[in-house]
Nanobody, 120 residues
Framework: VQLQASGGGSVQAGGSLKLSCVAS????????MAWFRQAPGKEREFVAG???????PYSDSVKGRFTITRDMAKITVYLLMDSLKPEDTAVYFC???????????????WGPGTQVTVSS
């Protein structure tokens, strides 16, 4: 499966962005999906995930502000990001895998990232 993320950009603190991850090659219904992010000089970290069954864990840093959803018909996973903070600045990656969890190792397929920049 090939993944393509989009929707990143620059926004002021308190603003919102909605990221999209479009899949091609195989239906998303086969996979668990997740969003990760990587800030400059930091390791890639889990942001949010959505299992085949619809379970949606979030990292503590984004819980209550970000929402992950999936549209099977449009083979797309979304990440709605509200109340953005400067510390949310990072490159965001979508991932798909046969196992579900918060570790990068659970996901076999990755798309190129999309930059999100939040200014204070």
């Amino acid at each position: 499966v090939q993944l393509q993320a989009s929707g990143g950009g620059s926004v002021q603190a308190g603003g919102s962005l909605k990221l999209s991850c479009v899949a091609s090659g195989r239906s998303l219904s086969y996979y668990h999906m997740a969003w990760f992010r990587q800030a400059p000089g930091k390791e890639r970290e889990f942001v949010a995930g959505i299992s085949r069954g619809g379970t949606t864990p979030y990292s503590d840093s984004v819980k209550g502000r970000f929402t992950i959803t999936r549209d099977m018909a449009k083979i797309t996973v979304y990440l709605l990001m509200d109340s953005l903070k400067p510390e949310d600045t990072a490159v965001y990656f979508c991932a798909a895998g046969n196992n579900f969890g918060t570790s990068q190792a659970e996901y076999q397929y990755w798309g190129p990232g999309t930059q999100v920049t939040v200014s204070s």
